[in-house]
Structures are given as C-alpha cells and as structure tokens.
C-alpha cells in the first residue's frame, strides 16, 4: 500500500504536468571535447555508453542523438528477443545477449518488463520440417535451448490456431526457444539512459551529427547542429542511416535501407501466450503487456528512408494473420508505423574498427537489432574501449564482404522480427 506522502506526490505532480519531477537523465550542453563519442541515442548506442563506463571505466562519453531517446528503431519495433540463430557466429552473440537479457532488470534497477513467454516457429510442409529439425539441432549443438514440437504439443501451447488438417498451410510441427520472449523497447531505453547518465555519461538529444571531422586517416571529432565536439574515439551506431554518416568519413558500406512496418490490434484480454512466427504464412504476433495483438512481416521491397511502408504489406500480414488465428478476424486494428532497417548482404550486422583510425561502427542488424541489445553494446563497448573487437563479434566486420567469409543468417531473418 502506498503511503499518503506519495500518493499526495503523485497528484501534487498530476496537476502540474509532471513538471518539478526529478529527470531520469541530465540534459546537459555538449562539451567542446570528450574521450569518446557515440553517434545515436537508440538501445545499442545507450548500452554502449553504459558498458564503457560501467566496464571500462571510459566516462567521459557523450550519447549523441539527433531527435529524442529511443524515437528511431529502438521505439519501432516488435520487441522480440531469441537466440535461435543457425550459424556459430550469430547463435553466439545472440545467445551472449540473452543471457544479458535475463537480468537486465536487475542490472540497470529498472524494469525493461522481460518476458520469457517462449518463441515458436511454425512448420507447414514437409521441406519446413527438414528445415526446422536442421535448425533445433544445429542451435542445441551450441548449448542454446531449443527443441521440436509435434502438432498435439503445439495445440497445448497454442490452442487457438488453425489446426486444420485442409487448411492451405496446414500446422506439422514447430520449433520452439523457451526462452525467448519479448521486452519493452522504450524502458530498454531509458533503464540504459539512466544508468548511464548515473555513471557520468553526457546525453544530448536534438543534436543531429552534420559531419565527421577526419585528418590523416585518423578521426578528429564530428560537426553537429549543435557546433564542433572534439574525440579520439567515435562509435557510430544510427540505425537506418549507417551509410549516411559512413559516407561522412569516406566510407562506402554494403547495405540497404528499408521501411519495416507493424501494426497493434485493439487490446484484449490475454489469449496469446508465446510468440508464434511463420515463416511460410509470412507473419508473426505477441500480445503486449496492454493486451494488444503486435504483428509485423517483411520489409518492403524497395530502399527509403521513409518512416512508412506500403499498405499491400499492411493487406498481406492481416491476411497470414487471420489464416493461422481465424478468431483473430474480429479484431480492430489501431495503429501502424514504420521503422527504417539497415540490411548487410548475408543479413548480419558490422560491428567493428574502421579503416579510419579511432572510428568505429555498430549497424547493417536489420530486422534483428532488438533482440542483440544488450549483446551488441556490450561487444560494441568492447571494441571501443580496446581498440580490438571481442571474439564475439571479431567475424563481423566490413571485411568479410571482400574476402567471402560471409555470415548468411537469411534464414533466421525470413520473417522481420
């Protein structure tokens, strides 16, 4: 029971908007230097900040991020979290990440509401169920959980799919990750920003990066709408935009960037409790803590920079979904947006040194850059603070698209998420 001094609190601050509450974060002014700079204020470019300093003892950073904290990618995604990746290089990072999941809360001392609610992927034809007995093998061979279903352990998990027989994509089987569940996004990023903040790290929202300053080879610090910001060290991580700024020091990388859309449905009481993704229908669902169905697909085919996607995608995950949860169809949907996803050749991130000394980028994660959070600004911070990148992340780099040794986690990726 609360006592009547906070509750007095609370409806002290209502009446005022909140405005005399203490802020989670400082809003300080940019300083003319610092020892490090990271360039986006989403969940890899906050964790990265929070590692350096809470690891490395690097906590003269500043977290720099062009609109407000978490308003990119980070804000615009399912919130999905799994680490049933097929190939070593991925499972091992992923896994890396979900293990840091697992206590995230308690790391940071704020609730990212973490659910370990499971994952399965559905099998709907006989090259599925290959396939998926392939993957469950392949991801156990690595010590990740993982395991097969028939179609009567799939209906005690999910009871309300379609299970019939002469449906067009009938139901054989599933994967499942027990420990795969969904998080939410917006804490993820303000628990890394205040604990980052508490740690002496300077965050400066609304300030767009215009340029990076690069003389002999080596970085010099970057130009800003909010003036010139010396460091030896700059980590870029502005998802959606990684060629952008790359191009700012001369750097031409592989990627595309493409609209990434979701949508929620009106909320419900709970009736869906795992995540189910299939690959063949083209759609995946959880419901949220609030009781809304969240849904998304695939990417849209063509490259834009653009926050919104087009409705035939919106059409065909409406679609897939009332295929796979015919009861589903009643539902209202609300509202829809659009994330921009940066999309490397073999759907694998570059998380590494650059040919320019001091520079560093973390992007290319496509649709799985929720779900490595916690993984990817720690190996990130890593890299940084060593001049070296950890073992985990030592296969991703922009090299490996000269040389061949690619990293093809399509696979993983055929449905967004």
Same mark, same amino acid.
Request: proline share 5%; with cysteine.
């Given at each position: 029971?609360?006592?009547?001094?906070?509750?007095?609190?609370?409806?002290?601050?209502?009446?005022?908007?909140?405005?005399?509450?203490?802020?989670?974060?400082?809003?300080?002014?940019? #300083?003319?230097?610092?020892?490090?700079?990271?360039? /986006?204020? /989403?969940?890899?470019?906050?964790?990265?900040?929070?590692?350096?300093?809470?690891?490395? %003892?690097?906590?003269?950073?500043?977290?720099?991020?062009?609109?407000?904290?978490? %308003?990119?990618?980070?804000?615009?995604?399912?919130?999905?979290?799994?680490?049933?990746?097929?190939?070593?290089? *991925?499972?091992?990072?992923?896994?890396?990440?979900? #293990?840091?999941?697992?206590?995230?809360?308690?790391?940071?001392?704020?609730?990212?509401?973490?659910?370990?609610?499971?994952?399965?992927?559905?099998?709907?034809?006989?090259?599925?169920?290959?396939?998926?007995?392939?993957? +469950?093998?392949?991801?156990?061979?690595?010590? !990740?959980? *993982?395991?097969?279903?028939?179609?009567?352990?799939?209906?005690?998990?999910?009871?309300?799919?379609?299970?019939?027989? #002469?449906?067009?994509?009938?139901?054989?089987?599933?994967?499942?990750?027990?420990? /795969?569940?969904?998080?939410?996004?917006?804490? +993820?990023?303000?628990?890394?920003?205040?604990?980052?903040?508490?740690? %002496?790290?300077? !965050?400066?929202?609304?300030?767009?990066?215009?340029?990076?300053?690069?003389?002999?080879?080596?970085?010099?610090?970057?130009?800003?709408?909010?003036?010139?910001?010396?460091?030896?060290?700059?980590?870029?991580?502005?998802?959606?935009?990684?060629?952008?700024?790359?191009?700012?020091?001369?750097?031409?990388?592989?990627?595309?960037?493409?609209?990434?859309?979701?949508?929620?449905?009106?909320?419900?009481?709970?009736?869906?409790?795992?995540?189910?993704?299939?690959?063949?229908?083209?759609?995946?669902?959880?419901?949220?803590?609030?009781?809304?169905?969240?849904?998304?697909?695939?990417?849209?085919?063509?490259?834009?920079?653009?926050?919104?996607?087009?409705?035939?995608?919106?059409?065909?995950?409406?679609? *897939?979904?009332?295929?796979?949860?015919?009861?589903?169809?009643?539902?209202?949907?609300?509202?829809?947006? /659009?994330?921009?996803?940066?999309?490397?050749?073999?759907?694998?991130?570059?998380?590494?040194?650059?040919?320019?000394?001091?520079?560093?980028?973390?992007?290319?994660?496509?649709?799985?850059?929720?779900?490595?959070?916690?993984?990817?600004?720690?190996?990130?911070?890593?890299?940084?603070?060593?001049?070296?990148?950890?073992?985990?992340?030592?296969?991703?780099?922009?090299?490996?698209?000269?040389?061949?040794?690619? !990293?093809?986690?399509?696979?993983?990726?055929?449905?967004?998420?």
């Amino acid at each position: 029971m609360k006592s009547k001094y906070s509750i007095f609190s609370l409806a002290r601050n209502a009446l005022d908007y909140h405005e005399n509450w203490t802020e989670a974060w400082r809003s300080p002014e940019p #300083k003319p230097a610092y020892d490090a700079i990271i360039v /986006g204020g /989403g969940g890899h470019g906050l964790a990265t900040a929070y590692y350096l300093a809470k690891l490395h %003892g690097l906590t003269n950073i500043a977290v720099l991020e062009k609109g407000w904290l978490g %308003g990119g990618n980070t804000g615009r995604n399912t919130t999905i979290v799994r680490s049933n990746y097929l190939w070593d290089e *991925s499972a091992f990072l992923y896994e890396h990440a979900l #293990k840091l999941w697992e206590s995230l809360s308690q790391d940071l001392n704020f609730n990212v509401m973490f659910s370990q609610r499971g994952l399965m992927n559905l099998a709907h034809n006989l090259h599925d169920l290959r396939e998926i007995q392939r993957r +469950v093998n392949a991801i156990r061979l690595n010590d !990740i959980d *993982s395991e097969f279903l028939t179609v009567d352990q799939v209906r005690q998990i999910c009871p309300i799919l379609n299970f019939d027989p #002469k449906a067009r994509h009938p139901i054989l089987g599933a994967s499942l990750q027990r420990r /795969g569940g969904v998080a939410r996004h917006d804490a +993820v990023a303000w628990g890394y920003a205040r604990a980052a903040d508490a740690l %002496g790290v300077d !965050i400066i929202q609304n300030c767009e990066v215009s340029g990076l300053r690069v003389a002999n080879n080596r970085i010099q610090g970057v130009e800003t709408t909010r003036g010139y910001i010396a460091a030896p060290k700059v980590g870029c991580v502005p998802a959606g935009h990684s060629s952008v700024i790359a191009a700012m020091a001369g750097l031409r990388f592989p990627i595309e960037s493409h609209p990434l859309q979701a949508l929620v449905s009106e909320p419900v009481k709970p009736i869906l409790h795992t995540v189910v993704m299939s690959g063949a229908v083209h759609v995946y669902v959880s419901q949220s803590d609030k009781g809304e169905l969240v849904l998304g697909a695939g990417i849209d085919a063509y490259t834009s920079y653009a926050q919104r996607g087009s409705p035939h995608i919106l059409e065909h995950q409406l679609g *897939s979904l009332t295929e796979l949860f015919p009861l589903f169809s009643r539902l209202r949907f609300m509202r829809q947006w /659009g994330g921009i996803v940066d999309v490397c050749p073999d759907a694998s991130p570059i998380v590494a040194k650059m040919p320019v000394e001091g520079l560093y980028f973390n992007c290319g994660w496509g649709t799985g850059g929720f779900k490595a959070t916690p993984g990817s600004g720690w190996v990130f911070a890593y890299t940084i603070a060593q001049d070296r990148p950890h073992k985990l992340n030592e296969a991703f780099t922009l090299e490996r698209f000269s040389h061949g040794y690619l !990293i093809d986690e399509h696979g993983a990726a055929a449905v967004a998420h």
